[in-house]
T-cell receptor, first 116, second 108 residues
Framework: GAVVSQHPSRVICKSGTSVKIECRSL??????MFWYRQFPKQSLMLMAT?????????EQGVEKDKFLINHASLTLSTLTVTSAHPEDSSFYIC????????????FGPGTRLLVL | GQSLEQPSEVTAVEGAIVQINCTYQ??????LSWYQQHDGGAPTFLSY????GLEETGRFSSFLSRSDSYGYLLLQELQMKDSASYFC?????????FGTGTRLQVFP
């Protein structure tokens, strides 16, 4: 399977600041990466699909100007939470679609964001 | 709209068998996956069903009925380490949509 890393694993920031989260596919080139958000004791909610070399596709209700996604290379996608507020505090998880097809998707370890 | 419903919580004792159900209503369907997530961790893949029937992987089995829009995860010989959240997820229209999640607590 694919190895996916995220950085940072945990971040605390002040309200109004921006935070960048990196997702890396370590062992193969990923044209598609996904970003999820998970609030405590809730399910994973897909935020957007990150496509290498093109604009991300956002899910309904997700503000594209607030959650900036950049997928500039085949191994790196970044999610920037702009002007973060306490309600943005959550667990952000990326995933990579593997070579095997529809059923293979590998998740990063997640980034826990706390906005004070 | 899209929805994947699961029981919110299930409890069982070590050595028992537990079944976690998932009913779904989605636009586009290619298959159903199951993931395990321990507190603070990322989801880990357990199984995938594209066709009707039962798939067995060790102590875990997963079932799918496409005509009923229904699937389940069967966990046998439960161990304490199986205490976690379990999510079904539908593969459809180029993305993975997760169910509401079931928290399994295994007691000694």
């Amino acid at each position: 399977g694919a190895v996916v890393s995220q950085h940072p694993s945990r971040v605390i920031c002040k309200s109004g600041t921006s935070v960048k989260i990196e997702c890396r596919s370590l062992d193969f080139q990923a044209t598609t990466m996904f970003w999820y958000r998970q609030f405590p004791k809730q399910s994973l909610m897909l935020m957007a699909t990150s496509n290498e070399g093109s604009k991300a596709t956002y899910e309904q209700g997700v503000e594209k100007d607030k959650f900036l996604i950049n997928h500039a290379s085949l191994t790196l996608s970044t999610l920037t939470v702009t002007s973060a507020h306490p309600e943005d505090s959550s667990f952000y998880i990326c995933s990579v679609r593997g070579r095997g097809g529809q059923e293979t998707q590998y998740f990063g370890p997640g980034t826990r964001l706390l906005v004070l | 709209g899209q929805s994947l419903e699961q029981p919110s919580e299930v409890t069982a004792v070590e050595g028992a068998i537990v079944q976690i159900n998932c009913t779904y209503q989605t636009s586009g369907f290619y298959g159903l996956s199951w993931y395990q997530q321990h507190d603070g961790g990322a989801p880990t893949f357990l199984s995938y069903n594209a066709l009707d029937g039962l798939e067995e992987t060790g102590r875990f089995s997963s079932f799918l009925s496409r005509s009923d829009s229904y699937g389940y995860l069967l966990l046998q010989e439960l161990q304490m380490k199986d205490s976690a959240s379990y999510f079904c997820a539908v593969h459809g229209n180029d993305k993975l949509i997760f169910g509401t999640g079931t928290r399994l607590q295994v007691f000694p």
